[in-house]
């Protein structure tokens, strides 16, 4: 099992070094930036990260072919790959519907245009000069000036159809997920894709919480849970046997809380059974519980998300010393 981290940079360019760098001190091998218009952009943060870090593999976790097209990610993820000395990871996927309608750009036609975005990146990547006429990127005779070196492509995926091309394009997949019955499922998907013997990394992107005191990992994952139920399809809660009524009162309290401030009202929402089945959260045995789970329906990375814990630099130091080194000695 591999472990990674995700950061949001939502926060200080020297919160997120600080953390990064506290993750590779504790044994993580990956960490995944996010990428959003909004947010502190992932390149940036890549390259100071790339900078402070020496060991850990560090990636946009995910950037997407909307509101960039493939051949500035190639460029700017093949820099951040000789900043780092051959340490990036390129996480591509369909993008957030919302902040991209957000800036006026419509996600229409996600696989092919996934699919197209992969081909022009490894192309480029492999220092051709690159003719490319497909249905939304044209190239003529482009080619990066200099060395990308090898850079693996992992896929976001959910829907069973991506989950079905990130195996027959990618080097790996980033499901946002926790629970195994969802690993399970998607599984299904990936095995129809991939090429037997292929090496495919299978990542649980997950909101994860851990503390020495379960209640308090538990509590502290509640709004990352809530925002997860109110942006899940239904034939999710459907699987997990979760009542629309109990998705309605979460959704309904996080709506109210924009606008009142009331988020105890959200953290009183969220049931026990959502709490597992959209985060991994507890104490450190809970935890581990929960990864031999995963590894047993496929998963070979877990990365930890959004809470981390309810003290993120504490949470960090005890995935090290009780999860991680755990699972990869
Ligand atoms: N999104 C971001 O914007 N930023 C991030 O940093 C980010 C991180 C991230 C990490 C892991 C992860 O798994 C997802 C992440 N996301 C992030 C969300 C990601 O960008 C996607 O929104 C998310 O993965 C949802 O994508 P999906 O894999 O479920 O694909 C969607 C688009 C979908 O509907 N897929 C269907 C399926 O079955 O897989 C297929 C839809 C389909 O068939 N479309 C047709 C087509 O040709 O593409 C036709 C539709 C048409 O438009 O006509």
Same mark, same amino acid.
């Given at each position: 099992?591999?472990?990674?981290?995700?950061?949001?940079? @939502?926060?200080?360019?020297?919160?997120?070094?600080?953390?990064?760098?506290?993750?590779?001190? @504790?044994?993580?091998?990956?960490?995944?930036?996010?990428?959003?218009?909004?947010?502190?952009?992932?390149?940036?943060?890549?390259?100071?990260?790339?900078?402070?870090?020496?060991?850990?593999? !560090?990636?946009?976790?995910?950037? @997407?072919?909307? *509101?960039?097209?493939?051949?500035?990610?190639?460029?700017? !993820?093949?820099?951040?790959?000789?900043?780092?000395?051959?340490?990036?990871? +390129?996480?591509?996927? /369909?993008?957030?519907?919302?902040?991209?309608?957000? !800036?006026?750009?419509?996600?229409?036609?996600p696989l092919?245009r996934i699919r197209?975005a992969v081909?022009?990146?490894?192309?480029? %990547?492999?220092?051709?000069?690159?003719?490319?006429?497909?249905?939304?990127?044209?190239?003529?005779? /482009?080619?990066?000036?200099?060395?990308?070196?090898?850079?693996?492509?992992?896929?976001?995926?959910?829907?069973?159809?991506?989950?079905?091309?990130?195996?027959?394009?990618? #080097?790996?997949? +980033?499901?946002?997920?926790? *629970?195994?019955?969802?690993?399970?499922?998607?599984?299904?998907?990936?095995?129809?894709?991939?090429?037997?013997?292929? #090496?495919? #990394?299978?990542?649980?992107? /997950?909101?994860?919480?851990?503390?020495?005191?379960?209640?308090?990992?538990?509590?502290?994952?509640?709004?990352?849970?809530?925002?997860?139920?109110?942006?899940?399809? #239904?034939?999710?809660?459907?699987? %997990?046997?979760?009542? &629309?009524?109990?998705?309605?009162?979460?959704?309904?309290?996080?709506?109210?809380?924009?606008?009142?401030?009331?988020?105890?009202?959200?953290?009183?929402?969220?049931?026990?059974?959502?709490?597992?089945?959209? &985060?991994?959260?507890?104490?450190?045995?809970?935890?581990?519980?929960?990864?031999?789970?995963?590894?047993?329906?496929?998963?070979?990375?877990?990365?930890?998300?959004?809470?981390?814990?309810?003290?993120?630099?504490?949470?960090?130091?005890?995935?090290?010393?009780?999860?991680?080194?755990?699972?990869?000695?």
């Amino acid at each position: 099992m591999k472990f990674g981290v995700e950061f949001v940079p @939502n926060v200080k360019y020297y919160e997120l070094e600080y953390y990064a760098k506290l993750a590779e001190d @504790n044994g993580f091998g990956y960490c995944w930036i996010t990428d959003h218009y909004n947010n502190r952009n992932v390149y940036a943060m890549l390259t100071l990260l790339a900078l402070k870090t020496q060991k850990m593999r !560090i990636g946009a976790g995910v950037a @997407n072919p909307y *509101h960039t097209h493939p051949a500035v990610v190639a460029s700017a !993820i093949a820099t951040i790959n000789e900043v780092s000395g051959g340490r990036a990871v +390129l996480g591509i996927a /369909a993008g957030d519907k919302v902040t991209l309608e957000r !800036i006026g750009v419509k996600r229409e036609k996600p696989l092919s245009r996934i699919r197209e975005a992969v081909e022009v990146i490894r192309a480029l %990547h492999a220092g051709k000069s690159v003719s490319y006429d497909g249905k939304f990127f044209k190239l003529s005779g /482009a080619k990066l000036d200099f060395n990308a070196g090898s850079i693996p492509i992992y896929i976001g995926a959910q829907g069973p159809k991506m989950l079905k091309l990130a195996a027959e394009i990618g #080097d790996g997949v +980033l499901i946002n997920a926790s *629970h195994p019955k969802d690993f399970e499922v998607a599984r299904k998907s990936i095995d129809e894709g991939l090429e037997k013997g292929k #090496d495919f #990394d299978v990542v649980a992107y /997950a909101s994860l919480s851990i503390d020495g005191d379960g209640e308090k990992a538990r509590n502290a994952a509640k709004i990352v849970v809530a925002f997860i139920v109110a942006g899940s399809p #239904d034939v999710i809660f459907e699987r %997990h046997g979760i009542s &629309s009524e109990d998705v309605e009162k979460v959704r309904t309290s996080l709506n109210n809380a924009f606008a009142t401030g009331n988020w105890k009202a959200v953290n009183e929402a969220v049931t026990d059974e959502m709490v597992d089945v959209f &985060s991994i959260s507890g104490t450190p045995e809970d935890v581990i519980e929960r990864i031999e789970k995963l590894k047993k329906v496929g998963v070979t990375q877990v990365v930890a998300g959004s809470p981390i814990g309810p003290n993120k630099a504490k949470s960090i130091k005890l995935m090290g010393k009780e999860i991680v080194t755990r699972f990869t000695n």
